[in-house]
């Protein structure tokens, strides 16, 4: 009996041995909707390279850039569903899950990215990862694009060139408004749309960084660019509740480690990726690129500050002083 109770003990053991060795490797899918020379697609790529270095046979992590498997008005949903396991949309996309996210639209909160980190830094800018916890999202870490510049069919020195035109914007309230506070007329469209809206006519202008502008050829199709850096294009690298506690510990604390590092790569480099495509798009010579003065971009600051009052109850008064102290 007590030879056979041991013989049991050991193919039990080795049963368990052989199944770990060849247990599959959980599957992280990372969908995003932009092209892979962008901050956030080098950023995937880069998740991606060190996952499978260091969770070799653990974690395998498929990318999939450019919209090829969710676009950006679906993503969020397949994340709850468990379709895919990280993605990183834009802040505008997490109005309907969040309001106190609206801070990141409103228009010239930030001065620059230096001030976006100042407030991201920050306890209450760290307090927002967590906001969309009770709707099963998990806040990972924001990954900047960087900030965001106009075009139009017209030179929109001022405020009033851009009453009338039709402006691509993601699904915003914040964005809807700011265009409306210059009586503009704002259209929400899919990234992935807005190259052929914008040849044909449907939409007059959009607003987007440089990198992003480069990497679709928007400047292919609009003869005027304003150099605003009225607003922020940001994301947020999120994953559901469900399958991040699912998780082994291990790997959790893991790719915990990794997520900060590549964190910190793709925020060091937005704003060289997008001074690099600035100068590709001059160099270009289809586009022309009007660089406001002092006097041109405070008047398009006081055409558009009324929308801070409108969205700061629904925001949070705290957040949006917190986040103008950083551009003092």
Known sequence: MFKFLIRALLSAALLGLYTNAFAAPIVIKFSHVVSENTPKGKGANMFKQLVEERLAGKVEVQVFPSAQLFGDADEIIALLKNDVQIIAPALSKFSKFTKVLQLYDLPFL?????????????????????????????????????????????????????????????????????????NANPQKLAFSEVYLALQTGQIDGQENTWSNIYSQKFFEVQPYFEESNHGLLDYMLITSQRFWKGLPDDIRTELEKIIMEVTDAVNGFASQENEDAKKLIMESGKTEIIQLTAEEKEKWRAAMKPVWDQFKGDIGAKYVEAAAACSK
């Open 110 to 182: 930030f001065n620059d990215l230096n001030a976006v980190a100042c407030f991201q830094d920050s306890p209450p800018g760290k307090e927002m990862l967590d906001s969309m916890s009770s709707k099963g999202i998990k806040g990972l870490a924001y990954w900047h694009n960087g900030m965001k510049q106009l075009s139009a069919p017209v030179p929109l020195r001022t405020p009033d060139a851009a009453a009338g035109l039709k402006f691509r914007i993601m699904s915003s309230d914040v964005l809807q408004a700011q265009f409306q506070a210059v």
